[in-house]
């Protein structure tokens, strides 16, 4: 019998150390997409595996209306690492669930109902993110959605600035678009957003759930544009795997007590994990040098593949490979025959999201094959 919802790979993985995953068969794979991006420190760092154990052996969970010593040192550490001055922190569970949270936050600290959102955008796949996503492939059978949202072409500056008005409570929007195909947009478009948004009175909320925690050269995305959120959020590799996001919020973007909630915010083990992850991003200068490793493999792409692909594009440990064929094949062959693992983004982008402790070794060795099965 196999799981309900997901398409299960041939593939069943059993142990992963650092950039490796080993399967049942003892087979080795160099893991260049981390569980979209979930892995940051490589699997199993040491670090956040003694800091989940000893919590585990010590307290699993209490709720958060308990004060508890990890969960408190991580409201301390995001505060320290974020863009932002932030004053408000919600830990949850997920990607999706942090969006749904500054979706909220924002409708209640405006008053305003209208949400601006961007093509090929993707915040998750609940209820109210759902309505902020995009694609329609997301959305069929599941409507109607959250409603209110407006939808303008990302990268546009004059139709974001034409979409936010006085009715609208926020934008979202990601500063480096992920699942809809590794997609760049200008430092002067996201400063024209965020002026957008002030001039209104709206919040601007940066989705960072895959851009965050070093991924893209700097701690978070924001910071590659010099532009400060009213609320960002992240997840995927706060917890190096387990299950936590965070909605991190400036002063005017807050919830009174009760005014939302989740059972297993911030438990003291994922909280624990998370504040080790963080600990070893900051002290290795993960975020430099996903910088370095990743301008060397992009580079090395397009060297080598040159006119046989599209484009490569992306930010730090954040690459696209735009082919001109569908990348499912390309996919496959990767893992098969040169046991690497990636990720697709859409139809015909190959996207690599390794764990930001690769070296120029592994990049050589994914941009060898990557020739090979391209050519």
């Given at each position: 019998m196999s799981g309900f919802v997901f398409s299960e790979k041939p593939i069943e993985i059993t142990s992963g150390d650092g950039?490796?995953?080993?399967?049942?068969?003892?087979?080795?794979?160099?893991?260049?997409?981390?569980?979209?991006?979930?892995?940051?420190?490589?699997?199993?760092?040491?670090?956040?595996?003694?800091?989940?154990?000893?919590?585990?052996?010590?307290?699993?969970?209490v709720q958060a209306s308990y004060p508890h010593a990890a969960r408190t040192a991580l409201y301390e550490q995001l505060a320290e690492v974020a863009p932002v001055d932030v004053d408000n922190v919600w830990l949850c569970n997920s990607g999706?669930?942090?969006?749904?949270?500054?979706?909220?936050?924002?409708?209640?600290?405006?008053?305003r109902e209208k949400i601006v959102a961007t093509t090929q955008g993707f915040h998750g796949r609940t209820m109210g993110t759902?309505?902020?996503?995009w694609k329609d492939k997301y959305k069929q059978g599941f409507g109607p959605l959250a409603g209110g949202v407006e939808f303008v072409e990302y990268g546009?500056?004059?139709?974001?600035?034409?979409?936010?008005?006085?009715?609208?409570?926020?934008?979202?929007?990601?500063?480096?678009?992920?699942?809809?195909?590794?997609?760049?947009?200008?430092?002067?478009?996201?400063?024209?957003?965020r002026v957008a948004t002030a001039t209104s009175g709206a919040a601007m909320i940066l989705d960072e759930i895959q851009t965050g925690l070093g991924r893209t050269g700097s701690m978070w995305a924001a910071e590659n544009h010099d532009v400060v959120p009213d609320v960002l959020t992240t997840a995927k590799g706060l917890g190096s795997g387990l299950p936590i996001g965070a909605t991190l919020c400036r002063d005017w973007i807050a919830a009174d007590?009760?005014?939302?909630?989740?059972?297993?915010?911030?438990?003291?083990?994922?909280?624990?994990?998370?504040?080790?992850?963080?600990?070893?991003?900051?002290?290795?200068?993960?975020?430099?040098?996903?910088?370095e490793v990743g301008s060397y493999l992009r580079s090395e792409l397009r060297d080598r593949l040159g006119d046989d692909v599209r484009d490569v594009r992306g930010d730090g440990l954040m690459v696209g490979i735009e082919v001109r064929r569908g990348s499912n094949r390309l996919l496959r062959d990767l893992a098969?025959?040169?046991?690497?693992?990636?990720?697709?983004?859409?139809?015909?982008?190959?996207?690599?999201?390794?764990?930001?402790?690769?070296?120029?070794?592994?990049?050589?060795?994914?941009?060898?094959?990557?020739?090979?099965?391209?050519?």
């Open positions: 950039v490796h995953l080993t399967d049942a068969n003892g087979t080795e794979y160099l893991d260049f997409g981390a569980s979209y991006a979930c892995t940051p420190v490589g699997h199993c760092h040491p670090e956040v595996v003694d800091a989940a154990t000893s919590q585990l052996e010590e307290l699993m969970y999706t669930e942090a969006n749904e949270a500054a979706l909220k936050f924002a409708r209640h600290a405006t008053g759902l309505a902020t996503t546009d500056a004059d139709a974001m600035r034409e979409a936010v008005d006085e009715d609208t409570a926020a934008v979202i929007l990601e500063p480096l678009q992920g699942e809809g195909g590794i997609n760049p947009v200008s430092t002067e478009y996201l400063q024209a957003v007590a009760g005014d939302h909630g989740s059972t297993f915010s911030g438990g003291p083990v994922v909280s624990a994990a998370a504040g080790a992850t963080l600990d070893v991003i900051e002290r290795e200068g993960l975020p430099a040098h996903a910088d098969i025959e040169h046991q690497i693992l990636a990720l697709p983004a859409g139809r015909t982008v190959l996207r690599l999201l390794p764990p930001l402790t690769i070296e120029r070794e592994h990049a050589d060795a994914v941009v060898d094959a990557i020739e090979e099965v391209i050519g």
